[in-house]
Protein backbone atom coordinates (compact mmCIF):
# COMPACT_ATOMS: atom_id res chain seq x y z
CA UNK A 1 0.00 0.00 0.00
CA UNK A 2 2.94 2.34 0.61
CA UNK A 3 4.04 4.09 -3.03
CA UNK A 4 5.57 7.17 -1.88
CA UNK A 5 7.73 8.49 0.34
CA UNK A 6 7.92 12.46 1.62
CA UNK A 7 10.42 13.65 3.38
CA UNK A 8 10.89 17.22 5.16
CA UNK A 9 14.37 18.31 5.92
CA UNK A 10 15.13 20.81 8.45
CA UNK A 11 15.16 19.02 11.72
CA UNK A 12 14.61 15.24 9.69
CA UNK A 13 17.61 15.12 7.39
CA UNK A 14 19.49 17.75 8.61
CA UNK A 15 19.74 19.18 12.45
CA UNK A 16 19.16 22.58 10.35
CA UNK A 17 16.70 24.38 12.33
CA UNK A 18 18.71 26.34 14.60
CA UNK A 19 21.10 27.67 11.38
CA UNK A 20 17.29 28.68 10.02
CA UNK A 21 16.24 30.61 12.97
CA UNK A 22 19.73 31.82 13.32
CA UNK A 23 19.91 33.00 9.47
CA UNK A 24 16.45 34.77 10.32
CA UNK A 25 18.21 36.49 13.47
CA UNK A 26 20.99 37.63 11.75
CA UNK A 27 19.23 38.52 8.49
CA UNK A 28 17.18 40.88 10.64
CA UNK A 29 19.48 42.17 12.93
CA UNK A 30 21.25 43.99 9.73
CA UNK A 31 17.59 46.06 9.73
CA UNK A 32 18.32 46.76 13.59
CA UNK A 33 15.18 44.14 14.36
CA UNK A 34 15.74 41.59 17.38
CA UNK A 35 14.12 38.24 17.35
CA UNK A 36 12.53 37.43 20.05
CA UNK A 37 12.88 33.82 22.00
CA UNK A 38 8.70 33.40 20.98
CA UNK A 39 9.62 34.26 17.47
CA UNK A 40 13.03 31.50 16.90
CA UNK A 41 10.82 28.73 18.42
CA UNK A 42 7.68 29.74 15.72
CA UNK A 43 10.35 29.77 13.02
CA UNK A 44 10.79 26.17 13.64
CA UNK A 45 9.09 23.87 11.57
CA UNK A 46 6.97 26.65 10.23
CA UNK A 47 6.66 27.47 6.32
CA UNK A 48 8.08 30.90 5.02
CA UNK A 49 4.96 32.78 4.28
CA UNK A 50 3.60 31.83 8.64
CA UNK A 51 7.20 33.05 9.92
CA UNK A 52 6.89 36.28 7.63
CA UNK A 53 3.23 36.98 8.84
CA UNK A 54 4.60 35.89 12.47
CA UNK A 55 6.84 38.38 12.19
CA UNK A 56 4.77 41.68 10.73
CA UNK A 57 1.88 40.66 13.73
CA UNK A 58 4.68 40.89 16.28
CA UNK A 59 6.53 44.29 15.50
CA UNK A 60 6.90 44.60 11.77
CA UNK A 61 9.23 44.11 9.30
CA UNK A 62 10.97 46.59 6.81
CA UNK A 63 11.56 44.02 4.64
CA UNK A 64 9.40 42.35 1.91
CA UNK A 65 8.43 38.90 2.20
CA UNK A 66 10.64 38.12 -0.74
CA UNK A 67 13.58 40.01 0.44
CA UNK A 68 13.91 38.92 3.87
CA UNK A 69 13.49 34.99 2.35
CA UNK A 70 16.55 35.87 0.55
CA UNK A 71 18.66 37.66 3.34
CA UNK A 72 18.57 34.62 4.95
CA UNK A 73 19.56 32.62 2.54
CA UNK A 74 22.23 34.44 2.23
CA UNK A 75 22.94 34.37 5.77
CA UNK A 76 22.02 30.26 6.03
CA UNK A 77 24.53 29.57 3.34
CA UNK A 78 27.04 31.94 5.27
CA UNK A 79 26.47 29.88 8.39
CA UNK A 80 26.80 26.25 6.84
CA UNK A 81 30.31 27.31 5.21
CA UNK A 82 31.50 28.42 8.62
CA UNK A 83 29.62 25.46 10.49
CA UNK A 84 29.17 22.60 8.26
CA UNK A 85 25.78 20.82 7.77
CA UNK A 86 25.26 18.70 10.67
CA UNK A 87 23.24 15.36 8.65
CA UNK A 88 21.12 13.61 11.26
CA UNK A 89 21.90 9.70 12.02
CA UNK A 90 20.77 7.64 8.90
CA UNK A 91 19.80 10.25 6.62
CA UNK A 92 21.42 9.69 3.60
CA UNK A 93 21.08 5.96 3.77
CA UNK A 94 17.54 6.10 4.48
CA UNK A 95 16.60 8.18 1.71
CA UNK A 96 18.47 6.13 -0.58
CA UNK A 97 17.26 2.72 0.77
CA UNK A 98 13.29 4.10 0.60
CA UNK A 99 13.99 6.18 -2.99
CA UNK A 100 15.11 2.38 -4.19
CA UNK A 101 11.68 0.73 -3.51
CA UNK A 102 9.32 3.37 -3.46
CA UNK A 103 8.66 7.41 -5.41
CA UNK A 104 10.43 9.97 -2.72
CA UNK A 105 10.65 13.71 -2.31
CA UNK A 106 10.73 16.63 0.07
CA UNK A 107 8.49 18.77 1.12
CA UNK A 108 9.41 21.69 2.88
CA UNK A 109 8.82 25.50 4.13
CA UNK A 110 12.43 26.18 3.27
CA UNK A 111 13.05 28.44 -0.06
CA UNK A 112 13.86 26.42 -2.68
CA UNK A 113 17.52 27.22 -3.23
CA UNK A 114 17.80 26.38 0.63
CA UNK A 115 16.83 22.67 -0.50
CA UNK A 116 18.38 22.87 -3.29
CA UNK A 117 21.52 23.86 -1.56
CA UNK A 118 20.73 20.81 1.37
CA UNK A 119 20.24 18.02 -1.61
CA UNK A 120 23.99 18.79 -3.05
CA UNK A 121 25.64 18.54 0.31
CA UNK A 122 23.77 15.71 1.23
CA UNK A 123 24.26 13.80 -2.42
CA UNK A 124 20.99 13.09 -2.69
CA UNK A 125 20.30 14.84 -6.20
CA UNK A 126 19.63 11.68 -7.99
CA UNK A 127 17.01 10.21 -5.23
CA UNK A 128 15.18 13.68 -4.71
CA UNK A 129 15.01 14.59 -8.25
CA UNK A 130 12.32 17.30 -7.67
CA UNK A 131 11.03 19.01 -4.29
CA UNK A 132 8.13 21.27 -3.14
CA UNK A 133 9.29 24.63 -1.54
CA UNK A 134 7.93 27.72 0.35
CA UNK A 135 7.41 29.48 -3.20
CA UNK A 136 5.02 26.56 -4.55
CA UNK A 137 1.91 26.81 -2.03
CA UNK A 138 0.36 29.67 -1.08
CA UNK A 139 0.28 28.10 2.56
CA UNK A 140 3.10 26.58 4.64
CA UNK A 141 2.82 24.06 7.05
CA UNK A 142 0.68 23.17 9.07
CA UNK A 143 -1.63 23.52 6.41
CA UNK A 144 -1.38 20.24 4.14
CA UNK A 145 -1.09 22.22 1.07
CA UNK A 146 2.96 21.03 0.17
CA UNK A 147 2.06 17.62 1.14
CA UNK A 148 -1.24 17.44 -1.31
CA UNK A 149 0.88 18.92 -3.95
CA UNK A 150 3.86 16.47 -3.91
CA UNK A 151 0.77 13.15 -4.19
CA UNK A 152 -0.35 15.34 -7.33
CA UNK A 153 2.61 15.62 -8.76
CA UNK A 154 3.41 11.61 -7.97
CA UNK A 155 -0.11 11.43 -9.09
CA UNK A 156 0.00 8.93 -5.89
CA UNK A 157 -3.30 8.63 -3.52
CA UNK A 158 -3.04 10.36 -0.08
CA UNK A 159 -3.40 7.76 1.77
CA UNK A 160 -0.13 5.66 0.19
CA UNK A 161 2.22 8.19 1.01
CA UNK A 162 4.26 8.17 4.42
CA UNK A 163 5.65 11.22 5.43
CA UNK A 164 8.49 11.60 7.65
CA UNK A 165 8.76 14.73 10.25
CA UNK A 166 10.21 16.39 13.00
CA UNK A 167 7.86 19.46 13.97
CA UNK A 168 4.60 19.76 15.36
CA UNK A 169 3.33 21.89 12.22
CA UNK A 170 4.75 19.36 9.69
CA UNK A 171 3.34 16.77 11.40
CA UNK A 172 -0.03 18.12 11.60
CA UNK A 173 0.24 19.05 7.97
CA UNK A 174 1.08 15.13 6.74
CA UNK A 175 -2.14 13.92 9.13
CA UNK A 176 -4.20 16.70 7.41
CA UNK A 177 -3.38 15.68 3.86
CA UNK A 178 -4.42 12.34 4.84
CA UNK A 179 -1.42 10.72 4.89
CA UNK A 180 0.48 8.39 7.66
CA UNK A 181 2.94 9.97 9.18
CA UNK A 182 6.27 9.21 11.50
CA UNK A 183 8.07 11.26 14.21
CA UNK A 184 11.31 11.22 14.61
CA UNK A 185 12.88 12.76 17.25
CA UNK A 186 16.68 12.87 16.67
CA UNK A 187 16.43 16.20 15.14
CA UNK A 188 13.71 17.64 17.35
CA UNK A 189 16.12 19.56 19.69
CA UNK A 190 13.46 22.08 20.64
CA UNK A 191 11.56 19.11 21.70
CA UNK A 192 8.21 20.23 20.17
CA UNK A 193 5.46 17.36 21.12
CA UNK A 194 5.34 14.92 18.05
CA UNK A 195 2.43 12.75 19.48
CA UNK A 196 0.24 13.55 16.94
CA UNK A 197 2.31 11.54 14.56
CA UNK A 198 1.13 7.55 14.15
CA UNK A 199 4.35 6.96 14.72
CA UNK A 200 7.52 8.33 16.74
CA UNK A 201 11.28 6.74 15.91
CA UNK A 202 14.57 7.88 17.41
CA UNK A 203 16.23 7.75 13.89
CA UNK A 204 15.41 7.84 10.82
CA UNK A 205 16.90 3.96 10.46
CA UNK A 206 14.06 2.85 12.79
CA UNK A 207 12.02 3.38 9.74
CA UNK A 208 12.11 0.11 8.64
CA UNK A 209 10.06 -2.50 6.99
CA UNK A 210 8.42 -3.99 10.07
CA UNK A 211 7.25 -0.23 11.22
CA UNK A 212 5.71 0.19 7.47
CA UNK A 213 3.67 -2.93 7.27
CA UNK A 214 2.49 -2.27 10.95
CA UNK A 215 1.42 1.22 10.06
CA UNK A 216 -0.51 0.64 6.87
CA UNK A 217 -1.45 -2.26 7.95
CA UNK A 218 -3.43 -0.87 10.95
CA UNK A 219 -4.67 2.07 8.66
CA UNK A 220 -6.10 0.60 5.75
CA UNK A 221 -9.62 1.79 4.40
CA UNK A 222 -8.44 5.19 5.55
CA UNK A 223 -5.30 6.66 7.68
CA UNK A 224 -6.53 6.55 11.53
Given at each position: ????VI????G????S ?7 VA?A ?14 F ?8 I????V???G ?7 L?A ?9 V??E ?24 S????TE ?5 RA ?11 G ?7 K ?7 L ?6 IA ?9 S??G?RA??T?G????G?R ?15 V??L ?5 A????L?A??V????
Open positions: MLRAFDLDTLVDERQNAESRLARRGRALSDEEREVIGHGWREYAHLGNGVDLSFDEKAAAVERERLEAGLVVLPSARETVRRLAARYAATIVGSSRIAMCVLGLEAEIPWYVTEDTARGPAPDGYLAAERLRPRHCLVIEDTAIGRAMVVVVAGNFAGQPQDEAHAVDTADVDDLVASFATGGVG
